[in-house]
């Protein structure tokens, strides 16, 4: 797992999907400051990624949860992500929308399996964790068994995990915030004398930089 979790972090960071930039932060819709800035769709644009990403998802997913008999997708970076793995897995897929369909039958899940249907759920990243656990309460409702979890990339709040454990929801990332800086501080993408404040953000970032 450490080998998958440090060629993932690498490869995001090759592409651009992650940037790191502690002198110039990004401003989030929360109004968090942060010096990173992820965006897993990019790998989408990548065959090589996309393929190492898509594959691994799906051998994690068959030995964490041998039992899976289908995956959903959370609206709506999960959802291409989702795809590709029910397709490598040869699975039923549903996705999620973040709110119901406006018009139409109003749906909120898109899609159809078994109410017996053991299903995994796919994200592309977790920050507080707040709209996957809501995608798989969702589906929860519509009476729905609930696996666990899996992302491509977790920055690693601790709120993340509590609300996930509140929810009663495992969940599980190829690649964390930790194994990143790791890879970014090999690299020369940060300095050395960066790594305190990079910490201290994924630690407490409603605080960080205020």
Wanted: include cysteine; charged fraction near 25%; aromatic fraction near 8%.
């Amino acid at each position: 797992m450490e080998e998958i979790k440090k060629k993932i972090a690498r490869m995001l960071l090759e592409i651009g999907a992650i940037k790191i930039q502690p002198q110039n932060p990004f401003t989030w819709a929360s109004g968090w400051k942060s010096p990173i800035y992820c965006d897993n769709r990019l790998s989408l644009s990548h065959p090589k990624v996309r393929t190492y990403i898509k594959e691994s998802l799906a051998q994690k997913i068959k030995s964490t949860f041998p039992e899976v008999s289908a995956i959903a997708g959370v609206a709506t970076a999960g959802i291409p992500q989702g795809a590709l793995v029910a397709d490598e897995l040869n699975l039923p897929m549903l996705y999620v929308r973040s709110k119901p369909k406006g018009h139409g039958r109003e749906n909120m899940i898109e899609g159809e399996v078994s109410k017996d249907a053991k299903i995994v759920v796919i994200e592309d990243l977790i920050s507080t964790g707040g709209s996957s656990i809501k995608a798989a309460e969702a589906l929860q409702a519509a009476s729905h068994q609930i696996e666990g979890l899996f992302a491509i990339f977790t920055y690693g709040f601790p709120i993340a995990d509590q609300n996930f454990d509140k929810a009663g929801i495992p969940f599980h990332t190829l690649t964390d915030y930790p194994t990143l800086l790791e890879i970014a501080l090999s690299e020369n993408k940060i300095k050395e004398s960066e790594v305190a404040s990079l910490k201290e953000w994924s630690n407490n970032p409603a605080e960080w930089g205020v």
